[in-house]
């Protein structure tokens, strides 16, 4: 599907802890199904950028909002009942729970809010779509680092968000992985689906995503397609610094 519409504004967004500015009049906006990336080196503000549209962080000024309803004001949890879901750097699953029960929890506190057989069906369908049912007993402790990506990926996507915040979700995979992980991102891009990606892997930036926005010292330094930010002499600076650029 092509991009249409704006979903997600961040306007004027800025994050301050104590003295530190982590983020820095952040503008941009997200196009429904639009996949857009926010790269930038280490240190560079995405994960915060991140943080604050999902609530775990507020801005410190400026607004951030869903369908142009303000988001930034709300508690986390209301966040992912309006339509944001996201995954983490470092995987958060349950792990007391099945993979099954851990895919349902995500249908029963998600935008949809599903319970009981109907939370059990929907869990299942999504975890045949990450390649998963077959394992939908089994204890998380159990599963390779791969697996539980895609387990947090299904909790996710149970939730049925507009928009899907992708936390570094190719980070730590091995080359084979890596692969299996871009195509199953790919096919979520050919849903249709509104995904906004914080990635390092250049690979899947230029495969992946419409639009990049680029971050460094927590401001942004470039937009536009992959091709234009990655040739962008500012770009390479902020990632390889003056002595390379």
Request: one cysteine or more; charged letters at 25%; aromatic letters at 4%.
């Amino acid at each position: 599907m092509k991009p249409s519409g704006t979903i997600l504004s961040v306007k004027n967004v800025t994050k301050r802890f104590g003295g530190l500015v982590a983020v820095s009049n952040m503008s941009f906006d997200v196009a429904q199904h639009e996949m857009v990336g926010v790269i930038g080196p280490n240190g560079s503000g995405k994960t915060t950028m991140i943080n604050m549209i999902s609530g775990a962080h507020k801005p410190s000024d400026g607004r951030i909002a869903l369908r142009g309803r303000l988001i930034s004001d709300q508690q986390p949890q209301n966040i992912a009942r309006a339509g944001i879901g996201r995954t983490f750097q470092l995987v958060r699953l349950l792990p007391d729970l099945t993979v099954l029960e851990n895919v349902m929890a995500g249908a029963v506190y998600g935008h949809r809010r599903r319970w009981g057989r109907d939370a059990e069906d929907f869990a299942h369908d999504v975890l045949e779509r990450v390649g998963m049912d077959a394992m939908s007993d089994a204890p998380i402790s159990s599963l390779t680092y791969i697996d539980q990506k895609r387990v947090e990926l299904a909790r996710t996507l149970a939730g049925e968000p507009e928009v899907l915040l992708l936390d570094e979700w190719l980070a730590g995979l091995n080359p084979t992985e890596l692969e299996t992980g871009i195509e199953l991102i790919h096919a979520l891009r050919d849903e249709g689906r509104t995904v906004v990606l914080v990635e390092h892997v250049m690979d899947a930036i230029r495969s992946l995503c419409d639009r990049c926005v680029v971050m460094s010292s927590g401001a942004k330094i470039a937009e536009g397609t992959p091709e234009e930010v990655l040739s962008d002499k500012e770009v390479v600076r902020a990632y390889l610094g003056d002595d390379d650029a």
